[in-house]
């Protein structure tokens, strides 16, 4: 089964917030992503709503609801009160746990799962009681497996960060690529889901499927709406879909 492409909207939504108007319209590029194709829709509401902003929620899950009802809809983010009662509120299909501190730019590390262990497994308990799929940010290190599963979520999400950093190195890339594969089979054999995210492309996507074949879905945003400046959002999804191993 080809791996299902979520597209991440914050960096729409970075642009949209560098004036007060309301273009590019966050749920527009949504609508036409899912309509290209894209098989979901991923947002990381921050406290500072430096990009998606908490009024763009409900809009996001009626827009799923009323006219792409099969899409998935995945919200990332640290487990303060503030995100437990974003997600309670709207019972989103997926539920992706990051370490970030609010003040960060963006994730760039996974958990420690042995250290937060106690934060984690509470958080996935109330979450999943509600029926949510969780997911935590890991980094593609085997070690921490075990540790990953005491937590009770369903997936783990591999930063890619450093493996998108090689892009200019095919070695380097090669390496990258032997540490995502040897985690991801960690976790599969430990029964968990793969998720991947983090500095994907076009380019970049059909190697990392190629080494993971199991892999469930990749998250993308930064690479993708910067395609769509050249390619609009529509060719552009359609490319990562045919990146992801579909027919688009």
Not at 31 to 58: K, M, V
Not at 109 to 117: E, I, L, S, T, V
Not at 124 to 137: C, E, P, Q, V, W
Not at 140 to 148: E, K, L, Q, R, S
Request: net charge negative.
């Amino acid at each position: 089964m080809a791996t299902m492409l979520s597209v991440n909207l914050n960096a729409v939504a970075q642009l949209r917030n560098r004036r007060d108007l309301p273009w590019p319209s966050v749920v527009e590029m949504g609508r036409i992503a899912l309509s290209s194709g894209a098989h979901g829709l991923t947002i990381h509401p921050r406290p500072d709503e430096r990009h998606i902003r908490f009024s763009d929620i409900p809009d996001l899950q009626k827009l799923i609801k009323e006219e792409f009802p099969t899409a998935e809809f995945n919200i990332e983010g640290y487990p303060t009160e503030q995100f437990l009662d974003i997600a309670e509120t709207f019972k989103p299909d997926q539920i992706t746990l990051v370490p970030d501190d609010p003040s960060q730019a963006t994730s760039d590390h996974g958990w420690d799962f042995q250290a937060n262990h106690n934060l984690l497994s509470t958080t996935i308990d109330r979450l999943s009681k509600l029926g949510m799929r969780t997911a935590l940010f890991a980094d593609p290190d085997a070690t921490g497996i075990p540790w990953a599963v005491k937590t009770g979520c369903d997936r783990l999400e591999f930063y890619t960060g450093p493996y998108g950093g090689t892009y200019d190195d095919p070695v380097a890339a090669s390496e990258e690529l032997e540490k995502l594969g040897a985690a991801a089979r960690a976790a599969i054999d430990a029964g968990l889901g793969v998720n991947a995210g983090h500095d994907l492309t076009v380019n970049n996507l059909p190697a990392l499927i190629n080494q993971i074949p199991e892999l469930a879905e990749v998250s993308i945003g930064h690479g993708l709406t910067a395609d769509a400046l050249i390619y609009g959002m529509e060719q552009t999804t359609k490319r990562f879909l045919r990146a992801c191993g579909h027919d688009a």
